[in-house]
């Protein structure tokens, strides 16, 4: 790009002003220590073109003042994308540890849900099951309870009681017989 520059009439043509694309990909994506390297280099290299421009004839000495501007812009602009992409790094580990501890909580609860001797089955509000713990199938006959399975499936009674637990929250629900000599089972809403 230096070159280019110096090719195509100096400082005035403007095509320095493209070095700010790469030392804001430098202070994107270096650590801060490196991106400001290139920061100075592209800084030295405007003043050096400029320099040996000048020494030429080819470009008058009151563009000495532009060359040190541009170099002022290619450090404030390193500086802004250096920030930014810290703000970026920090934030993105956050959300990492955010899922991680999520995805820990979610296993914990399942757990939990699966080693506990009540029987639980978490619906949806149209009736399907979300979760279900092995002493819920084990009290419905070991009855494999799947994800997306509706609970009129599995026993329409329960899910008669849930449909009217739904509409009335007060309501104390008797106990369910079951066939084939399975226990009954106590109904509890939440």
Known sequence: ???????????????GMLLIINIVASGTFLNSRDSFLFAAMASIAVLTEHT????????????YSAAGIL???????????????????????????RTADLISLENLN?????????GIIVVSASGEILVANHSAETLLGEQPLKHAQ???????DLAI???EWSEQPNMHHKPIPQPHG???IQ???R
């Open 1 to 15: 790009i230096i070159l280019m520059m110096h090719f195509s009439g100096g400082l005035s043509s403007g095509i």
């Open 52 to 63: 040996i421009a000048h020494l030429n004839n080819i470009s008058p000495t009151s563009l």
């Open 71 to 97: 170099g002022i812009v290619f450090f404030a602009s390193n500086m802004l994308a250096a920030i930014l992409a810290k703000r970026a790094r920090a934030s993105e580990a956050l959300a990492s540890q």
């Open 110 to 118: 399942e757990n939990i849900i699966q080693n506990m001797r009540t």
């Open 150 to 156: 509706n609970i009129e499936e599995i026993s329409v």
């Open 161 to 163: 009681r849930f449909h």
């Open 182 to 184: 399975l226990p009954d």
């Open 187 to 189: 109904p509890g809403f």
